[in-house]
């Protein structure tokens, strides 16, 4: 009785996978159906599963908007200082002093509301608590791509809490 109980748990635990395993098995799968020649996939390195928390600008609406404000607010203040600058190296004749001062002002107060924005987004990082959202892990591998050249990459795949899918890839650029 003792022996099947033996052999009934050394089953039960020795058929568990690792962690690192079921990341690399999804992974393979992934490959698959991505690369332009899976024959040719050779792994040269895959890190260990680290913690993957959601990010506190990109995984809520809030801030996702955020940030896009604060991408729209630059651009702005960006757009505007350029017009400025070019309108200053007209000739003297052709500038407008009220057309400038006008332009100087607009431009101070977007650059006030990008202050702001960066302040509020500092605010929110610091008082944000990390939420577990799954897993990430980085590989690096060769592969042919479509010209038929095997070349070497190096990609942090996104990987659900459970581990039963990747949620992201990201190629890393070295």
């Known amino acids: ?3 099947i ?5 050394f089953f039960l635990f020795g058929c568990t996978f690792t962690k690192q395993q079921k990341a690399e098995k999804l ?3 992934y490959m698959k159906h991505h690369l332009n020649d899976y024959d040719s996939y050779q792994v040269v390195n895959t890190e260990k599963p680290d913690t993957a928390y959601k990010d506190y600008l ?19 203040v960006n757009l ?13 004749d052709l500038q407008s002093e009220p057309y400038i001062t006008m332009s100087e002002k607009r431009l101070n107060k977007n650059k006030e509301k990008l202050d702001g924005l960066v302040s509020l987004i500092k605010e929110r990082k610091d008082s944000y608590k990390k939420i577990f959202k799954g897993w990430s892990i980085t590989q690096s591998y ?5 010209f ?5 990459h ?5 990987i659900d809490s459970a581990f039963t899918q990747i949620t992201d890839v990201e190629e890393v650029n070295k």
């Open 142 to 146: 060769r592969a042919k791509n479509g």
């Open 80 to 92: 505007e200082d350029s017009l400025l600058t070019a309108y200053e190296d007209k000739p003297i």
């Open 148 to 152: 038929g050249a095997l070349v070497l």
């Open 58 to 76: 990109v995984d809520d609406s809030t801030g996702k908007s955020l940030f896009s404000l604060l991408l729209a607010q630059k651009g702005l």
């Open 1 to 3: 009785m003792k022996k």
């Open 154 to 158: 190096t990609e942090i795949f996104q």
């Open 27 to 29: 992974i393979k799968e």
């Open 5 to 9: 109980l033996f052999i009934g748990l």
